[in-house]
T-cell receptor
Framework: DQQVKQNSPSLSVQEGRISILNCDYTNSMFDYFLWYKKYPAEGPTFLISISSIKDKNEDGRFTVFLNKSAKHLSLHIVPSQPGDSAVYFCAASDGNNNDMRFGAGTRLTVKP | NAGVTQTPKFQVLKTGQSMTLQCAQDMNHEYMSWYRQDPGMGLRLIHYSVGAGITDQGEVPNGYNVSRSTTEDFPLRLLSAAPSQTSVYFC???????????FGSGTRLTVV
């Protein structure tokens, strides 16, 4: 069963605009959420995370929002740059479980 | 500072062959794990280790063995390769479970 879902396989935005990537989860025990970015032929790289005690975490152009009641999180990239073009994975874990679950990924393309 | 090093980068096996995928990290991380990435499935946890001498199964452990004799190394063994094990394999490490993982660049395995 896929406990972390990214329902949009791809997203295309214009340079300078906002990119919004979405992620839903089903396991209410998850309390720590992460976003990873992956370029072709490379491993994923950690981008930003958020604990369930927060509803927002910001790091430069990247902001993650968490809506616990809806079991939904999103990653906002503002402004989007061509170098942001990559596959973005959402991941979730609970504090007592070593099993971090990943979504299927969303391919973001930022057009110049 | 190499981070997480995986070897080989590419491998073709015949059905029934065995092999070991190597993973080494130089960050003194206690937590290490193996994931496989398949199209539309995201990253799925195979096995993980919270320290030398301690390993446990993840979401998809069948057909794979691991051991952790040192903090630095976490090899993944395929006992008898099957076409269903064709995938890209990633090794990851972290100071602790659930923290932002550092991933290796991956091993692309094809079983024919």
């Amino acid at each position: 069963d896929q406990q972390v879902k990214q329902n949009s396989p791809s997203l295309s935005v214009q340079e300078g605009r906002i990119s919004i990537l979405n992620c839903d989860y089903t396991n209410s025990m998850f309390d720590y959420f992460l976003w990873y970015k992956k370029y072709p032929a490379e491993g994923p790289t950690f981008l930003i995370s958020i604990s369930s005690i927060k509803d927002k975490n910001e790091d430069g152009r990247f902001t993650v929002f968490l809506n616990k009641s809806a079991k939904h999180l999103s990653l906002h990239i503002v402004p989007s740059q061509p170098g942001d073009s990559a596959v973005y994975f959402c991941a979730a874990s609970d504090g007592n479980n070593n099993d971090m679950r990943f979504g299927a990924g969303t391919r973001l393309t930022v057009k110049p | 500072n190499a981070g997480v090093t995986q070897t080989p980068k590419f491998q073709v096996l015949k059905t029934g062959q065995s092999m070991t995928l190597q993973c080494a990290q130089d960050m003194n991380h206690e937590y290490m794990s193996w994931y496989r990435q398949d199209p539309g499935m995201g990253l799925r946890l195979i096995h993980y280790s919270v320290g030398a001498g301690i390993t446990d199964q993840g979401e998809v452990p069948n057909g794979y063995n691991v051991s952790r004799s040192t903090t630095e190394d976490f090899p993944l063994r395929l006992l008898s390769a099957a076409p269903s094990q064709t995938s890209v394999y990633f090794c990851a490490s972290s100071p602790t479970v659930g923290y932002g993982y550092t991933f290796g660049s991956g091993t692309r395995l094809t079983v024919v």
